[in-house]
């Protein structure tokens, strides 16, 4: 589950077309005006969510039924083996060979099935981050227009910024009144429609 949610600038050229679109006449245009620049943390904004907090929940609890599967399963054969190991000694070769051979077999195939299970697990939260990303994107092109912002940034691609300009914590509350934690449909709702170029 190692994977980390990261779409970098992809994730603000898509967030700014998508400003742009609704509002273009907000942004600052003369020289005059700053070019407002904001910040978030992607990573603190998915973990501190109510979306974030469930789907990391729910994946926490697979994985323990996993590991609880995983052991039973492997004190089963452990066992298996050891029955084996004592038929060895009253049966021949020619007989006995074909029995390891099944056993080994199985084992293989359980294995690999177990670690799928484990992929599968960590496959179901990069979907979910992925989606909360573009439900998250009319949130932020909201607190962009607010606060006339020409472009929000990931912080971790940021050498030096002020802290008033993160909208972390802002942009967490919104999603979570938004969606709460997504199980009950609401979070279709806020998918965002971008026209196609």
Do not use: W, Y
């Not at 066992?79 to 000694?89: F, S, Y």
């Not at 020619?94 to 599968?120: G, H």
């Not at 910024?161 to 609401?186: L, M, P």
């Amino acid at each position: 589950m190692g994977s980390h949610f990261r779409l970098g600038s992809v994730f603000c050229l898509a967030l700014i077309g998508f400003a742009q679109t609704g509002a273009a006449q907000t942004i600052p245009d003369t020289p005059a005006e700053v070019a407002v620049i904001l910040t978030i943390d992607r990573d603190i904004l998915f973990s501190n969510s109510l979306f974030g907090q469930r789907v990391q929940r729910e994946a926490k609890e697979a994985g323990r039924i996993l590991t609880d599967e995983n052991r039973r399963i492997q004190k089963a054969l452990e066992a298996e083996e050891l029955d084996l190991t004592k038929l060895r000694r009253s049966i021949s070769p020619e007989e006995f060979s074909p029995m390891a051979d099944e056993f080994d077999s199985r084992v293989q195939e359980i294995r690999i099935a177990q670690d799928q299970k484990s992929r599968d697990i960590s496959r179901r939260v990069e979907i979910a981050r992925q989606e909360f990303t573009q439900m998250l994107l009319s949130v932020l092109s909201e607190i962009s227009i607010e606060r006339r912002a020409v472009a929000i940034l990931d912080k971790d691609t940021v050498f030096l910024s002020a802290g008033k300009i993160d909208i972390t914590d802002e942009a967490v509350r919104r999603i979570d009144a938004a969606i709460g934690d997504g199980s009950d449909g609401a979070a279709a709702d806020t998918q965002p429609s971008v026209p196609a170029d």
